[in-house]
């Protein structure tokens, strides 16, 4: 079995023998305001995740202003049925001015902060302000030139795989390596808002592992958390869920974020399923020794003399342990005692000697 060396994304070291690496995606939940960005970044801090991300774009950067024909949604499954992209962009964007402040506070309380650029523009800005690793959205993972750009910084990069046959992530892949990438994770994502967890395919990431030969995590966009608590054991190290305030606020991606409490638990539950993975074992842990007392073991249940013989109705099976196993059951029956044994005295080889 493969095992990628760890990853170091910004102070925190990312890999199998680690706790899953959070990220708490902001996306445009802030509502276009700076202060909810802020108390956004409050919530991630508070909830324990590592890491929070952005997402470095404009809509002129995206697509053209036009609401007509394919510039236009028209997906009656869609949370943006209707809108023009350039409008959903307009509104979902993080001003690039908001990058710095939102940067500074997540360093303040402990996060690690990165993004997702969408062009090179996006990378030139970023390296400005000093992200220290970057993000691959899935609809642009097949975007050469900016693979290229964000490679040639020789910084980590985590790229989602969602939307893409498996012949366009091998040329991504190798993309990404031939231009500097060395320190790269994957994230099986299922590119739908919200996700049907029957879509999710978590049985993927083991053999993405192996195939591309580098660490695997999931971008989940299914409700609840179940769904990324289920990769951990199949080796995802990375999680990354879209939060918001509150889904009541119907900010543009709120109808599939997690809320505060969501993410929490989301934080608790992974290093709970992380630690409780531990490693094959097939003895007593340390802490279970002591229970050990309380297995069933060969007990005198009727008083017998010396010389007597051992019967059925003179032994059993019951609670402690500190007698003969149960397995000597027949060994011990008919066997002749060489010492007195009372109800309530552990059978041992002793009374046999």
């Known amino acids: 079995m493969f ?84 409008e959903l962009y307009e509104e979902a964007h993080t001003p690039w001015e908001w990058h710095k ?29 000093g992200c220290s690793f970057y993000k691959i959205a899935s609809f642009e993972n097949t975007d050469h030139e900016l693979l290229k750009a964000v490679a040639r910084t020789g910084k980590p990069i985590i790229m989602s795989t969602g939307t893409t046959y498996l012949d366009e992530l091998v040329q991504s892949v190798d993309v990404l390596r031939q231009n500097g990438c ?26 993405m592992k192996e195939l591309f030969r580098c660490h695997i995590g999931l971008s989940d966009h299914t409700l609840g958390i179940g ?29 599939f974020s997690l809320e505060p409490d969501e993410l929490k638990a989301l934080v608790d539950e992974s290093t709970r399923v992380s630690l409780a993975l531990g490693k094959i074992s097939y003895q007593p842990q340390p802490k279970e020794l002591n229970s050990r007392h309380f297995k069933r073991s060969l007990f005198i249940v009727k008083d017998v003399k010396a010389g007597e013989v051992l019967t059925e109705e003179c032994v059993r099976s019951i609670r402690p342990g500190t007698g003969l196993p149960i397995r000597y059951l027949k060994d011990v029956i008919g066997c002749r005692l060489t010492k007195n044994a009372t109800k309530g005295m552990p059978v041992t080889f002793d009374l046999f000697r």
Not at 102 to 129: H, M, N, Q, W, Y
Not at 187 to 198: E, V, W
Not at 243 to 255: G, I, L
């Open 101 to 129: 402040p939102i940067f500074e506070k997540a360093r303040e309380l402990g996060l690690e902060c990165f993004s997702t650029p969408f062009d090179k523009t996006a990378v030139d800005f970023l390296e400005e302000i």
């Open 3 to 86: 095992i990628p060396k760890d990853i170091k994304l910004g102070r925190f070291l990312v890999g199998s023998n680690h706790e899953p690496f959070i990220i708490a995606e902001m996306s445009g939940n802030h509502g276009q305001s700076l202060d909810n960005a802020l108390k956004l970044v409050e919530i991630a801090a508070k909830a324990g995740v590592q890491a929070l991300k952005l997402q470095t774009y404009t809509a002129e950067t995206m697509t053209l202003d036009l609401h007509v024909g394919d510039f236009v949604i028209n997906d009656p499954k869609s949370l943006w049925n209707g809108r023009s992209l350039f």
């Open 182 to 207: 060395e320190d790269l994770i994957l994230l099986k994502c299922t590119s739908t808002y919200p996700a049907d967890p029957k879509d999710s395919n978590l049985l993927t990431i083991p053999h």
């Open 227 to 255: 769904v990324p608590l289920a990769s951990i054991p199949l080796g995802s190290v990375v999680i990354e869920k879209h939060f918001t305030m509150s889904r009541a606020d119907e900010t543009v991606d709120s109808a």
